[in-house]
């Protein structure tokens, strides 16, 4: 295992339900992501944060709502979200960055999100 | 209109044989490439990087190849094996960002023993 895991591992929800996705890692990392993995597109990022602070945003609907309340974990809120919004939610987990430093990130085995 | 999926690049090979997966980028100001594996019901693993200064890279039984003329990638396996049967993505990081890497659409290899 990478070290890095998410619960559930499955969900199906309504578009009028509020769900949130789950993200741990025990690696002792510092850096956080959100990642959409759908059968339409490359992989994407969503979100990013270094030190518990959002650096990155890649233009995702508020419908998405990232926490990451410690270094450890993390969390995708989910609201009256669409059925295109069903896909593979990875998140993944690295040294905290600097700017123009590459640290490798670790995945967890995804969330599949099913949206009816 | 309907909505298709990707229609991923596929490539067979023979246990044994070495593999060779391409990848174009775009973007000059990338710093950094990445080679990731995908196996089904798993996220993502790492396989092997490549700073944007060297134009080669070798791991155990991968090689990664960069070629900033043309904006190609590479990965070749040595001794191709059904365990290495995966999706691949390349992957590159923007030099200004703080870890925001850019996925390719991934290659199917499917090794037969």
């Known amino acids: 295992e990478t070290g890095v895991t998410q619960t559930p591992r499955h969900l199906v929800m309504g578009m009028t339900n509020k769900k949130s996705l789950k993200c741990e890692q025990h690696l002792g990392h510092n850096a956080m992501y959100w990642y959409k993995q759908s059968a339409k597109k490359p992989l994407e990022l969503m979100f990013v944060y270094n030190f518990k602070e959002q650096t990155e945003n890649n233009s995702v609907p508020s419908r998405f709502s990232p926490e990451c309340p410690n270094s450890s974990h993390l969390f995708l809120h989910l609201h009256t979200l669409q059925p295109e919004d069903s896909a593979l939610y990875l998140c993944?987990?690295?040294?905290?960055?600097?700017?123009?430093?590459?640290?490798?990130?670790?995945f967890g085995p995804g969330t599949r999100l099913t949206v009816l | 209109g309907e909505s298709v999926g990707l229609h991923l690049p596929t490539l067979s090979v023979q246990e044994g044989d070495n593999s060779i997966i391409n990848c174009a980028y775009s973007?000059?100001?990338?710093?950094?490439f990445i080679w990731y594996k995908q196996e089904s019901g798993k996220g993502p693993q790492f396989i092997i990087d490549i700073r944007s200064n060297m134009d080669k890279r070798q791991g155990q039984r991968v090689t990664v190849l960069l070629n900033k003329t043309v904006k190609h990638l590479s990965l070749q396996i040595a001794a191709t094996q059904p365990g290495d049967s995966a999706v691949y993505f390349c992957?590159?990081?923007?030099?200004?960002?703080?870890?925001?890497?850019?996925f390719g659409q991934g290659t199917i290899l499917t090794v037969h023993p």
């Open positions: 992957a590159e990081k923007n030099g200004t960002s703080y870890g925001k890497l850019t």
């Open positions: 993944a987990s690295s040294q905290a960055y600097k700017r123009g430093s590459y640290n490798e990130q670790f």
């Open positions: 973007n000059s100001a990338s710093d950094y």
